[in-house]
């Protein structure tokens, strides 16, 4: 449908009409609704609407119309002149009230255009009405109402770059740039405090008058803050403004959601592979917006998380990306140099020092308030606890929100714990196979006369395949002892402390700490997941997932493949329950031939495929490759070892980061560490 639509009071004012172009055709009752850029051309639209995969029809929001003769009416010398954004946005806003009479709307627009989808959001919320979305495709408003720190750098970068360009140009051209850019430069100091119009945004020409008048209505245009949630889409490269302009919009909304796309401000609605990119994002947060929506959403307890890792993991980064698009205030205390601060939106992302954890985590917690703090790994649960045992007399705030993390503070023993967890199960007459802390050479063989070979030999407190032994032969069971049972060696010690600037090795080592060796019967069988949210020991949300493949022996899973398990989500829900937890966990089960799966560990931290849950994507018999882990190692970027890469395509840092991290694993040097460790390592389970 195309067709010229104004308000009868727009008609009366003399005001020219807006042309409603539907680009794409889909439900009735989920319309969206987008503004071109400066020239006012719904052309520019297309590739962006071409790509999207979702139900919605979607029209073209334009501040003027073609006549018969096929000329835009902004070049008619007779019509009223529109000099400023509410002006357009006056007239757009009854001609989407003229196809859709009532709320919730959904909008978006493209650089100037953006500029009026947030004045008509602003005019329909003024209005009682509801706004679902609000889409801002590289919106940026005029330079003097910019914060002046941003406005003194962006202007010394692109003063830099034009000296740059004019250096390489011929002396006579050279002086005549420089003559003009030193105007143009004097224009952009003094019109930063003025209040007036100033030449240097008048004396812009588009290339139609529409264009020209854009550029004078963002001269004078200063946006209000807006009291809901907007998606401001922004390019990856600065070509134009000097600055990131996402920081543009800081405090201009109560939630800001942020997406980040290949390209530049004039290429990313153009280029085939940003448009996409940009739809992929619109169809995304309007699928969140849906009733239907299957992911995670925040709720009571679990509405600003807090991710704590001592790794540089990047699932904890996929982890964050997914719960800030799903409108979680995600907070982070980390390492340097963590994927995680490739992250856009986060409320607070602060450093784990490696000297000082404790004390560094206690400033991020005061800084960020999370409502629940979420462990990444084994060495972050240790430093919770640590917190606890040293709040929980003289701050019982903070004892209180890590207690919460961590789960019924009475069941943490048996939650660290394999034989713990193994006695819980039990009470609860979860399948599980036997499982005993052996403190003594002597008692392994006597557990071993009692159960039979082959076992397991497994520590308390291990991860990743660390800490675990099969023995198969009875002629092994005493050297497998010796190896598993010793303190950690010096050289791992001093490893860990220059490195790792980790003292607990080094301290285990010199104190001759022998770690908790449990003995777990063998079960034979094909490896599966639980991963599961929970919130004060009721499940959210769970997926249960069969390992396909893992990245490297024992280690992590690389490929999962997404099964329905009802034995598996039973067990898990009356663990969590049990143990009374919150936040993310991962259960390990070993499914036999018949298809009973046994419990063989509880992960109470985030899980690599804990980002499922929030995404919402549970297809049964789906198989996943997970990214990074699933890269094949040499193929081109973003290519799989088998079923669906999921590559986070709305995060192209992201994606950047994790392929650097695959080429880094797989190099020849990293290969042959791997290798050696696994020479030197006994056999594991």
């Known amino acids: 449908m195309s067709a010229p639509v104004a308000a009868d009071d727009a008609q009366a004012a003399g005001a020219v009409p807006v042309w409603l172009e539907r680009l794409r055709a889909g439900r009735t009752d989920e319309s969206l609704f987008l503004v071109p850029g400066l020239e006012a051309d719904p052309g520019e639209l297309k590739g962006v609407v071409a790509a999207l995969t979702g139900p919605q029809q979607v029209y073209a929001v334009a501040p003027l119309a073609p006549d018969a003769e096929h000329r835009n009416i902004a070049e008619h010398r007779d019509i009223a002149e529109h000099r400023d954004i509410a002006e ?30 947030l004045e008509m959001a602003q005019q329909l919320r003024a209005a009682g009405e509801a706004v679902d979305t609000l889409f801002l495709v590289e919106a940026v408003f005029d330079e003097r109402y910019w914060p002046r720190g941003i406005w003194l750098r962006a202007l010394l970068r692109r003063t830099g770059r034009q000296l740059w360009r004019i250096a390489r140009m011929n002396p006579v051209r050279a002086a005549g740039e ?20 100033d030449p240097l945004r008048a004396g812009m020409q588009g290339e139609t008058e529409m264009g020209t008048r854009a550029y004078a209505a963002i001269g004078r245009y200063r946006p209000r803050f807006y009291d809901g949630s907007m998606t401001l889409v922004a390019s990856s490269v600065d070509r134009h403004f000097g600055c990131d302009t996402v920081r543009l919009w800081n405090g201009y909304a109560r939630h800001l959601d942020i997406a980040r796309v290949d390209g530049d401000h004039l290429t990313v609605m153009q280029e085939p592979e940003s448009a996409a990119a940009v739809a992929r994002v619109i169809d995304h947060r309007l699928a969140l917006a849906r009733k239907e929506w299957t992911g995670l959403r925040p709720m009571p307890g ?54 000082w954890r404790l004390r560094s985590l ?6 960020a308030s999370p409502d629940i703090i979420l462990p990444d790994d084994e060495r972050a649960l240790a430093l919770l606890r640590r917190l606890h045992r040293r709040v929980r007399t003289a701050d019982a705030a903070m004892a209180a929100l890590v207690a919460r993390s961590l789960g019924d503070v009475d069941s943490w023993p048996s939650i660290a714990s394999r034989t713990g967890l193994a006695k819980a199960a039990q009470n ?62 010096l050289a791992r010690g001093l490893k860990r402390l220059l490195v790792n600037f980790e003292a607990g090795p080094l301290s285990a080592w010199l104190r001759r700490a022998h770690p908790v060796v449990n003995a777990q019967k063998f079960v034979e069988g094909r490896e599966a997941i639980v991963t599961v949210a929970c919130v004060d020991g009721a499940v959210q949300a769970l997926v249960c997932l069969e390992v396909a493949q893992e990245s490297e022996a024992k280690g992590p899973a690389a490929v999962v493949r997404v099964i329905e398990h009802s034995g598996m989500a039973q067990a898990a829900g009356q663990l969590v329950a049990w143990f009374g937890l919150t936040g993310f966990c991962g259960f390990d089960f ?11 560990e509880l992960n109470p931290r985030v899980t690599p495929t804990a980002y499922l849950l929030v995404e919402g994507d549970h297809r049964r018999s789906r198989t996943i490759a997970l990214f990074p882990a699933g890269l094949v190692p040499g193929a081109e970027a973003g290519t799989a070892v088998a079923g669906v890469p999921d590559i986070p395509v709305r995060a192209p840092s992201l994606i950047r980061f994790g392929e650097q991290m695959a080429m880094r694993k ?9 290798r050696l460790k696994q020479r030197l390592s006994p056999a594991r389970y």
């Open 428 to 489: 609860l007459t979860v399948p599980a196979p036997a499982t005993d802390v052996v403190g003594t050479a002597d008692a392994l063989t006597r557990w071993v006369g009692e159960h039979g070979l082959p076992i397991v030999l497994k520590t308390d407190g291990s991860w990743g395949g660390r800490g675990v032994a099969v023995v198969r032969d009875g002629t092994e069971l005493r050297d497998a002892w010796r190896t598993i049972s010793n303190p950690p060696r």
């Open 302 to 355: 679990l509405a600003r998380p807090m991710i704590l890792t001592t790794m540089r993991w990047f699932s904890a980064a996929r982890l964050a990306h997914a719960l800030a698009e799903a409108g979680f205030a995600v907070s982070a205390c980390r390492p340097r140099a963590h994927a995680l601060e490739l992250v856009d939106g986060l409320t607070a992302d602060c450093r784990l020092h490696r000297l």
């Open 88 to 117: 357009h946005r006056n007239i757009a806003e009854p001609a989407i009230r003229a196809v859709q009479p009532a709320g919730p709307y959904r909008l978006g627009g493209y650089s100037f255009g953006a500029l009026i989808a």
């Open 590 to 600: 070993m499914l036999t031939g018949t298809g009973e799966a046994y419990l063989l």
């Open 362 to 367: 206690v400033a991020a917690i005061r800084e």
């Open 666 to 674: 797989h190099r020849a040097t990293a290969r042959m560490a791997r």
């Open 178 to 197: 420089l003559r003009l850019r030193g105007v143009r430069l004097v224009q952009r100091v003094l019109r930063r405090n003025a209040d007036a119009d």
